[in-house]
């Protein structure tokens, strides 16, 4: 059936419409970009600025070497983003499974979640990267990476806890409920009914966190990795030149958006899942 | 004389300092249907959640066959197993299609084969005629759709009692029917239900035994006939005059 003339005009007023829109938003974005260009540029020091922090050679040149230390940054949040998952899902459970035999184990818990969202992350890194080793026990990791591991898994374990604990806290009683009615036991309903719930719930927050993770993996210069931000600092105070941290900067801003990207693909996926849409 | 599948006896329950059960004493036989009705926060939701020991009784003793199921020793998972129970609302796990909400029971709990479960689920939702929804996910469905899926999830479970509360007062009136229809549909199959109802001429029609209950306390039981038109409490006439206008 071929719709109707009223239809058809709706259409084709939508289509103008939506033109003019979009013509609107592109004029006032090439006003705006480029009314702030022209202000930056102007300024009397931009000269100056434009040859320390974004000159194109030093750019390139400084380019190889950031993306070689880049890829130890790459492996670093790789390695703990799944170990702060882990941590994270494990802290939340002990703290919302209302069994009195964990209760010493909650404690520990809690006092963890206190004290690693509390101290700052520099901190963290200090203490385990200089303090751990110092400790000369046998068995405690030595390698630089490692220990870089577990200060970021710890900081950051603590956090994303707590997100997933108000994901959890976050399901409808009667989902527990209907698990557990199905003869499903505590873990069961908590495994396949109220964690997956819970996690596609707080995927944003807790990519956020991930993002924020990525970009702290530069702290990890301060116990000496050699990572991205580490390697501009070598190269910047080599040649009194800023434009490798730009360099390294586009590296940390380039890993984030996959993660976005990602994020937005998961929420409209299971938007468009459970709503049929 | 069919034989009982679930006694209480004497089951209390208080929530803080109020008492919301004082001493239930109730009988479901075999392919018996037993309607609850009673005023809002008369405790019928409580009754059902002990009968299915989603909340734990505070003194007197539940029975499932021979069987004491309120004995701390026994496996609660697995007499959850054998009593299936549906709430008003929020039953469905949203992130699993109608068919892995279905499939999830009998397979997690019951250790039953996937195709097998998967053979079973497709022919509930067959019978119930939501065989094309099998893969869609439950916020796509209608309230009514949802209930339905919900009574045949607890059905896959094989259950020996099927308790279910109010499962049709959220729906819009339209829907309700086809719920109620699917409830006929259990009883001539000879299921032993105990359901929670404000749909008093739908209780009228299907129970065997209607249950008043006020404050806690049953204050009378009676087929249907007798309770609707003759009530031998003054409590039971009040509370259906109000009802039925
Ligand atoms: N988990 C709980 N904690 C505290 N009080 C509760 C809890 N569950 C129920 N109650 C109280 O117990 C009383 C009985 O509640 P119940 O849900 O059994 O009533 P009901 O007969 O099902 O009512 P309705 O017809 O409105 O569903 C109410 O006063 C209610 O406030
Ligand atoms: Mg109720």
């Given at each position: 059936m071929s719709p109707s003339e009223r239809q058809l005009e709706r259409q084709r007023f939508r289509r103008r419409r939506s033109l003019i829109r979009g013509a609107v938003a592109a004029v006032s974005t090439v006003l705006i970009l480029g009314g702030l260009a022209v202000i930056v540029t102007q300024s009397p020091g931009w000269p100056r600025v434009h040859r320390t922090f974004f000159d194109w050679n030093d750019a390139k040149d400084a380019f190889p070497s950031i993306a070689s230390a880049f890829v130890l940054n790459i492996r670093l949040f790789l390695v703990i983003e799944v170990l702060v998952l882990i941590v994270g899902i494990i802290v939340a459970i002990v703290r919302v499974v209302?069994?009195?035999?964990?209760a010493p184990i909650k404690l520990l818990a809690i006092v963890y979640a206190d004290v690693f969202r509390g101290t700052p992350t520099l901190l963290v890194v200090l203490l385990v990267g200089f303090g751990v080793p110092a400790l000369e026990l046998q068995g405690t990791p030595t390698s630089l990476f490692w220990l870089g591991v577990i200060a970021l898994t710890l900081s950051y374990g603590a956090y994303v806890a707590e997100v997933i604990r108000a994901g959890i806290l976050s399901i409808h009683p009667t989902q527990w409920a209907s698990g557990r009615a199905l003869g499903l036991t505590y873990g069961q309903t908590m495994r396949h009914i109220v964690l997956p719930q819970a996690i596609r719930r707080v995927a944003p927050p807790l990519l956020n966190d991930f993002v924020s993770l990525q970009k702290d993996t530069a702290l990890l210069s301060t116990i000496g990795l050699v990572e991205a931000l580490r390697q501009a600092q070598v190269i910047s105070g080599h040649y009194?030149?800023?434009?490798p941290y730009v360099v390294a900067a586009l590296f940390f801003i380039a890993a984030t958006i996959p993660l976005a990207r990602l994020t937005d693909f998961l929420t409209v996926r299971s938007l468009r899942r459970e709503n049929g849409i | 004389m069919a034989e009982t599948v679930l006694r209480a006896d004497a089951v209390r329950k208080s929530f803080g300092d109020q008492e919301v059960l004082k001493g239930i004493d109730l009988e479901v036989t075999q392919g018996e249907v037993i309607c609850l009705i009673g005023?809002?926060?008369?405790?019928k939701s409580t009754l059902l959640r002990c009968l299915n020991l989603l909340e734990q009784v505070d003194d007197g003793d539940i029975w499932l066959d021979d069987q004491?199921?309120?004995?701390?020793?026994?496996d609660v998972d697995k007499v959850r197993r054998s009593v299936g129970i549906v709430f008003q609302a929020y039953n469905l796990f949203p992130h699993l299609s109608v068919l892995d909400n279905i499939v999830l029971g009998p397979v997690?709990?019951?250790?039953?084969k996937r195709a097998d479960a998967h053979d079973q689920a497709v022919e509930l939702l067959d019978r119930i005629g939501l065989?094309?929804?099998?893969?869609?996910?439950?916020?796509?469905?209608?309230g009514g759709q949802q209930q339905r899926v919900a009574l045949v999830r607890a059905m896959a479970m094989q259950p020996k009692v099927l308790l279910l509360d109010e499962i049709t007062s959220a729906l819009d009136p339209m829907l309700v029917g086809d719920v109620l229809d699917v409830i006929r549909a259990l009883r001539s199959e000879g299921m032993t239900i105990v359901m929670a109802t404000h749909e008093m001429s739908f209780a009228r029609e299907i129970a065997d035994r209607v249950v008043f209950l006020c404050e806690g306390q049953i204050e009378e039981i009676g087929t249907p006939e007798q309770i609707f038109t003759a009530p031998r409490s003054p409590r039971t006439a009040e509370f259906l005059t109000r009802y039925l206008g």
């Open positions: 209302p069994s009195p035999a964990l009194f030149i800023f434009t | 005023a809002s926060g008369s405790g004491e199921i309120t004995d701390p020793r026994i997690k709990a019951l250790g039953h065989a094309d929804k099998a893969k869609a996910y439950p916020d796509a469905l209608s």
